[in-house]
């Protein structure tokens, strides 16, 4: 999967869930201001990464400094890779 | 006795035969029957009844998602009808929000579909690791309550009360009694409930469903009728606009009715089968609450919801309270049993009934069941001046109640 094809899964898995206009998705995009996302929607964001990729992220340290959807991207990006380079 | 004159102000319903008041009594008046077949019932093993009443002709993507996600359908059906109640009440803004209004819904249980759905996923693997965070909110009892408070802002009292088949008879009356004590200004009274196979499951174990009429389901269920067969369940949502007189006079709404009278006792002899003498002794008990004598009563909507006991024990109160003059008839042949909804929507098809001077039969009641003789069955339409009227609810558990609505003048 290449990191284009991530985004674009992120992206639109998070418009689904959060009933958010896919085109107005921007790598700048906040998911607390732009989205109106708050606490209980961070919890099933995470739910919907953790379905989406087949991966736990819930413990990690990183997710809880997310701020934008470019963030997330990265994250997802790098987790990614980890667990590629962990097989 | 209420302290102070408490009236209705606003009516929304929610029912199988849509969203608005209107609709429903276009529905009730030209004798619509709002049961389906389901045939997914069938692929349950041990269920034999195959139909329900289900909610038509509304949208949960007019409640933003912000809201939404804590509701499951029941908590979407009380928050439109609401909604619709304080539009009609005609509230503002500060109203809503300035701790003089409180809310009173309730609901048979919270969501058994967000349950099925919860242990579904749960006991596949005894994993909590896909669990979203608003599920605790739609299982939880107060759902719809605190759901239409944070929709509409309010600041008020919160109250959830439950008793199966009496649970908005319940919230109204005591959302009347705390207007009528002082403590809250308004309340939006009333209770919500969604189909489940759960619902219809637990009246098919008792052997209290209807499944005789699966193929022709526009015949069930058959209150009072020779041969009813059981109980129809059904979903949706009544909510009242209750309002102190004097708030309402102040401000200059449309009273639609009054409340004058309410009470409700516990039936300890079965908690499944109800007994004449403590449904006549409701029935007396909400009389002498509002001060008046039966005679003065005009129409009794009555609870029968087609079952073989349910309707004989209610029939012979109702005739040993009233006689054989006052006319009686029950809506669950149009509406099934909206279970918590129905004590709210059959009162707001009352107060139509009061405001438009209209009685509505009983639907499917072709041949009387003689053991339901004994009162006045109003069998067709009738145009009169209806001035008083008592409502009946009865829940499984033993709980019985009753209101009385008057013409306000």
Redesign the interface.
């Given at each position: 999967m290449t990191d284009q094809e991530i985004v674009a899964k992120i992206n639109s898995a998070l418009a689904e869930e959060f009933e958010y206009d896919l085109a107005a998705m921007t790598p700048e995009t906040t998911l607390f201001e732009d989205m109106g996302l708050d606490s209980l929607d961070v919890v099933d964001l995470v739910i919907v990464l953790e379905t989406a990729f087949s991966m736990k992220v819930r413990e990690e340290e990183a997710i809880r400094k997310i701020r934008t959807l470019g963030d997330i991207h990265e994250f997802v990006i790098a987790k990614k890779r980890q667990l590629e380079g962990d097989r | 006795m209420l302290l102070r004159r408490v009236v209705i102000t606003g009516v929304g319903t929610v029912s199988p035969f849509g969203r608005g008041i209107d609709n429903l009594m276009d529905g009730l008046l030209a004798g619509r029957s709002g049961v389906v077949e389901l045939p997914a019932l069938a692929e349950i093993t041990g269920m034999r009844t195959r139909v329900a009443a289900l909610v038509t002709g509304v949208d949960p993507m007019e409640i933003p998602?912000?809201f939404r996600?804590s509701m499951s359908s029941m908590s979407v059906f009380a928050t439109l009808a609401a909604q619709d109640a304080v539009a009609m009440a005609g509230l503002a803004p500060e109203q809503l929000s300035g701790g003089q209004l409180g809310v009173s819904i309730g609901s048979t249980t919270g969501s058994p579909q967000t349950m099925e759905e919860f242990f579904r996923e749960f006991n596949a693997d005894h994993s909590l690791?896909?669990?979203?965070?608003?599920l605790f909110f739609h299982i939880m009892n107060h759902s719809c309550a605190s759901n239409v408070a944070q929709v509409l802002g309010v600041t008020g009292r919160v109250l959830a009360p439950a008793a199966a088949c009496s649970t908005s008879t319940h919230a109204i009356g005591y959302g009347a009694e705390m207007i009528g004590l002082g403590k809250q200004e308004f309340m939006l009274c009333g209770g919500a409930d969604e189909f489940h196979p759960l619902t219809s499951g637990t009246f098919d174990i008792i052997n209290a469903a209807s499944a005789g009429f699966n193929d022709t389901p526009h015949q069930t269920p058959r209150p009072f009728d020779a041969r009813r067969d059981g109980i129809v369940c059904g979903e949706g949502s009544g909510i009242l606009l209750l309002e102190s007189l004097d708030s309402a006079l102040a401000r200059g709404a449309e009273i639609l009715a009054e409340v004058t009278g309410f009470a409700t006792n516990s039936d300890p002899g079965s908690i499944a089968n109800p007994d004449t003498a403590c449904i006549a002794q409701c029935m007396r008990l909400a009389l002498a609450d509002a001060g008046i004598e039966p005679g003065e009563v005009d129409y009794v909507n009555a609870h029968a919801t087609a079952t073989e006991q349910g309707d004989i024990a209610e029939c012979a109160a109702i005739a040993e309270v009233f006689g054989a003059q006052t006319p009686v008839s029950s809506l669950k042949g149009h509406l099934g049993h909206t279970m918590a909804a129905s004590g709210a929507l059959e009162l707001a098809a009352c107060v139509e009934m009061l405001r438009r001077g209209v009685l509505v039969p009983t639907l499917n009641l072709d041949q009387v069941d003689s053991a339901c003789a004994g009162v006045l069955h109003q069998r067709e339409v009738a145009r009169r001046r209806v001035d008083t009227v008592i409502k009946n609810n009865f829940a499984l558990g033993g709980v019985n109640s009753s209101i009385i609505l008057r013409r306000y003048v």
């Open positions: - | 998602r912000k996600r690791e896909r669990m979203k965070s608003t």
